[in-house]
């Protein structure tokens, strides 16, 4: 992990390789493991425990499923793009929105649970 600091406080956390994994963001609670976008991937805790869950973690969570929020709708969609200013999703749900499949979506990050969830 580098100890270099990000303009928001947050604190990058990165692979052997030096690859960005996620970020170390606190608050008065503790400590919470999120995703190089900004989106929180566990609870707040200790530091060390947030840290070992974006290791054990990895960039696995850019293949899982994820839901972006149209209106009241939440629509299915597959990360494309991650960085720590953005995230670019397709959309993939094809039964409720077949009229909108394939479609391309860029959310300025961080990008917090009211946006954009896990499926």
């Avoid at 606190?26 to 991937?41: A, K, L, M, N, Y």
């Avoid at 479609?103 to 917090?112: D, S, Y």
């Amino acid at each position: 992990m580098t100890s270099t600091q990000q303009a928001n406080g947050w604190i990058p956390v990165r692979r052997e390789d030096g690859e960005l994994i996620g970020f170390l963001a606190e608050d008065s609670s503790g400590w919470q493991p999120r995703t190089v976008f900004g989106h929180p991937i566990g609870e707040v805790g200790e530091r060390e425990a947030a840290e070992d869950r974006l290791h054990a973690i990895g960039m696995s969570y850019l293949a899982e499923k994820w839901e972006v929020r149209d209106g009241a709708d939440w629509i299915g969609v597959q990360l494309v793009e991650a960085s720590p200013t953005r995230v670019t999703v397709q959309l993939v749900d094809f039964f409720d929105h077949a009229d909108r499949y394939g479609e391309r979506q860029t959310l300025v990050a961080p990008v917090g649970p009211d946006r954009l969830r896990l499926a």
